[in-house]
Nanobody
């Protein structure tokens, strides 16, 4: 059974930073592309960053240059370093292997105050 456990969210002022972590268990982590997603109130869930099994990264335009995704295969963990945070980054953040369907963790709330 796959488990996705996100952590590291919190309340931060605009311009601040947070580092999110996500531990993935019960899945072939090291050979999987892993994404970070977010869902703001009243909006659809969107992918903000993706890291391939080989370490290549891809970002949504809204976070490019501010967010950095990374992974530690030895720890089955993916990270999202978020810098220069903006109020519009406020959302619940989730991680998920790209090819995993129908399973989400509890997410971690990020709130950016202006």
């Amino acid at each position: 059974q796959v488990h996705l456990v996100e952590s590291g969210g919190g309340l931060v002022q605009a311009g601040g930073s947070l580092r999110l972590s996500c531990v993935v268990s019960g899945y072939t982590f090291s050979i999987s592309d892993i994404g970070w997603y977010r869902q703001a109130p009243g909006k659809q869930r969107e992918r903000v960053a993706l890291i391939s099994s080989g370490g290549s990264t891809n970002y949504a335009d809204s976070v490019k240059g501010r967010f950095t995704i990374s992974r530690d295969n030895a720890k089955n963990t993916v990270y999202l370093q978020m810098d220069s945070l903006k109020p519009e980054d406020t959302a619940v953040y989730y991680c998920k292997p790209r090819n995993l369907l129908g399973t989400w963790g509890q997410g971690t709330q990020v709130t950016v105050s202006s």
